[in-house]
């Protein structure tokens, strides 16, 4: 099946330093990809979708400058976590849409832990 | 009130017991999913259903488009099917790159 990979797999970083997350379709072409916020036991919260060649779309409350999303390629999208707080510090989520797919399948990525001391 | 709700929030069940898990929704669909999610935190998608029914192995997913409501049923239970599991819907109308609604999520614990 479809594989969504986040490269790291959990980083920590030290509090004012900027974090990039990588998210990549490995066997499909992704024109849109999605980053979703986990907080400890509650629900994906979406953050933004992430549209190849374009910008980003992000939901609101979500500071964009704060939260930088490039989808330059059709297979990788990544989030950079710019001047990183603890409260910045939660799991972070992709999933990629196929392209040119008619349903509304949605791969996801195995998500990167992101610990900001 | 959540666009998306699911019961139980929490579930305890002994190996081998049969598993329902609802989803209910209050807005018109395209299609809705069934995500697990283990402690490590990585998504799986289990299903994703419009209309009917789907199996696989041991899981069931069903849908009822009038009533808005699903079912996530697990047969012959196991303790590796601990995990959250998720419901989320496409709402209508489709309106280009197609967000998700999640439901809060339940927490299934099959005991040995």
């Known amino acids: 099946g479809a594989v969504v990979s986040q490269h790291p797999s959990r980083v920590i970083c030290k509090s004012g330093t900027s974090v990039k997350i990588e998210c990549r379709s490995l066997?499909?072409?992704?024109?849109?990809m999605f980053w979703y916020r986990q907080f400890p036991k509650q629900s994906l919260m979406l953050m933004a979708t992430?549209?190849?060649?374009?910008?980003?779309?992000?939901e609101q409350g979500v500071e964009k400058d704060k939260f930088l999303i490039n989808h330059a390629s059709l297979t990788l999208s990544t989030l950079t976590v710019t001047s990183a707080h603890p409260e910045d510090s939660s799991f972070y989520i992709c999933?990629?849409?196929?392209?040119?797919?008619?349903?509304?399948?949605?791969?996801f990525g195995p998500g990167t832990r992101l610990t900001v001391l | 009130k959540n666009e998306v709700e699911q019961s139980p929030q929490n579930l305890t069940a002994q190996e081998g017991e049969f598993i329902t898990i609802n989803c209910s929704y209050s807005?018109?669909?395209?299609?809705l999913h069934w995500l697990q999610q283990h402690p490590g935190g990585g998504i799986v998608s289990l299903f994703m259903?419009?209309?009917g029914k789907k199996k696989h192995g041991r899981l069931i997913a069903t849908i009822n488009i009038q009533e808005k409501h699903s079912s996530l049923h697990i047969t012959a239970s196991h303790p590796r099917d601990s995990a959250v599991y998720i419901c989320?819907?496409?709402?209508?109308?489709?309106?280009?790159?197609?967000?998700?609604?999640f439901g809060q999520g339940t927490r299934l614990t099959i005991n040995p």
């Open positions: 989320a819907v496409s709402p209508f109308p489709l309106q280009g790159a197609q967000k998700l609604v």
């Open positions: 992430s549209n190849e060649g374009s910008k980003a779309t992000y």
């Open positions: 807005v018109g669909i395209s299609a």
């Open positions: 259903l419009s209309s």
């Open positions: 066997d499909f072409q992704a024109t849109t």
């Open positions: 999933s990629a849409r196929p392209s040119g797919w008619a349903t509304d399948t949605q791969y």
